[in-house]
């Protein structure tokens, strides 16, 4: 027997897991795991949307603008 046929008890076979981990969501409707690509969650069929932190304070700044534009324009008509 040589020292190649011998097991590594060091050597630990790595089956992909982490991979596959790190390639994971957990869907916002029913907290089951869906992949990072999938749109729709195989699970509860919910659609998954990205969601943008910014959006909803560029809605409301968008508005706040718009009623800024109509309140000056009933200002001007009155006047």
Do not use: K, N
């Not at 957990?26 to 195989?42: F, K």
């Not at 718009?66 to 008509?77: F, T």
């Amino acid at each position: 027997m040589s020292y190649f046929d011998e097991p590594d008890d060091e050597w630990v076979e790595d089956d992909g897991a982490d991979e596959l981990d790190a390639q994971l969501l957990v869907c916002p409707s029913c907290r089951g795991d869906v992949h990072e690509d999938s749109q729709q969650c195989p699970h509860c069929g919910d659609w998954i949307t990205p969601v943008y932190p910014g959006s909803s304070a560029r809605r409301w700044v968008f508005l706040v603008v718009i009623g800024l534009m109509v309140l000056s324009m009933l200002i001007v008509a009155i006047l």
